[in-house]
């Protein structure tokens, strides 16, 4: 039979390394690799030898113990942070755009994409089809106060931003709908102000008022005596 290559030839070697040592007694392969990565791991401060994450080499698995105390202690980060050593960012003229992305634009960009997620749950866009909430607008804001270079100075809105202002000279905005600049608290007492209001017009006696105002003034020609009133007050 040809001999197994790429994974397969891995999956071989493992297979022979862990049938040799229970056969000869030996460490295979597949021992090698798990003491050699236990070599290089640094030791966890503050924790005993004894609660290290153990590797089973019969079974072939690597098996953690104790995992809560290693990873659910705050500390966890600062550990991860003084073990991983902080390289230098590449230069950005000549690094690639992978690097680019990942040293200059997703630091910035991610914390301004999670900030406009939290927003965008206050805004209740998550629960309703419209909203006056604009994504791209937040985001411009966020990412513009958020400018190191702009550190030490005030928070400027969106509007006021001068690259967003020249923007919207040539291309102006249509109004938003005063539907969605109503809050349901302001929305809620003009629906019910026009409700009392159309009730109480509903009523006999009110019909009965209106149609003697109607007639009064079609009887006294009251439109055309305000006309009359406001013309003479303007030539004076």
């Known amino acids: 039979r040809p001999a197994p290559r790429g994974a397969g030839a891995a999956v071989a070697a493992v297979t022979a390394g862990g049938a040799g040592m229970a056969a000869g007694g030996q460490p295979g392969?597949?021992?090698?690799?798990?003491?050699?990565?236990?070599?290089?791991?640094?030791?966890?401060?503050?924790?005993?030898?004894?609660?290290?994450?153990?590797?089973?080499?019969?079974?072939?698995?690597?098996?953690?113990?104790?995992?809560?105390?290693?990873?659910?202690?705050?500390?966890?980060?600062?550990?991860?942070?003084?073990?991983?050593?902080?390289?230098?960012?590449?230069?950005?003229?000549?690094c690639s755009p992978r690097e680019y992305l990942e040293n200059y634009i997703f630091p910035v960009l991610l914390p301004g994409l999670a900030e406009l997620l939290h927003q965008a749950e206050k805004e209740k866009c998550f629960e309703r089809k419209r909203t006056k909430f604009i994504a791209s607008d937040f985001l411009t804001e966020w990412l513009y106060n958020k400018n190191p270079k702009r550190k030490d100075e005030s928070f400027t809105e969106f509007f006021s931003i001068p690259f967003v202002s020249d923007w919207l000279k040539d291309h102006p905005r249509p109004p938003i709908p005063l539907s969605l600049l109503l809050s349901e608290e302001a929305?809620?007492?003009?629906?019910?102000?026009?409700?009392?209001?159309?009730?109480?017009?509903?009523?006999?006696?009110?019909?009965?008022?209106?149609?003697w105002q109607k007639?009064?003034?079609?009887?006294?020609?009251?439109?055309?005596?305000?006309?009359?009133?406001?013309?003479?007050q303007e030539a004076k």
């Open 29 to 94: 392969l597949w021992e090698q690799v798990c003491a050699e990565y236990e070599a290089e791991q640094p030791p966890f401060p503050d924790v005993p030898e004894s609660k290290h994450a153990s590797v089973s080499l019969e079974a072939g698995t690597l098996q953690p113990a104790h995992t809560e105390q290693l990873y659910s202690a705050p500390a966890a980060d600062n550990v991860v942070q003084q073990l991983l050593p902080c390289p230098e960012p590449p230069d950005p003229k000549t």
């Open 187 to 211: 929305a809620s007492l003009i629906i019910q102000s026009f409700w009392r209001g159309y009730r109480v017009r509903c009523d006999s006696e009110i019909q009965e008022l209106r149609q």
């Open 215 to 232: 007639q009064l003034r079609e009887e006294r020609n009251i439109i055309k005596r305000v006309k009359e009133f406001w013309a003479k």
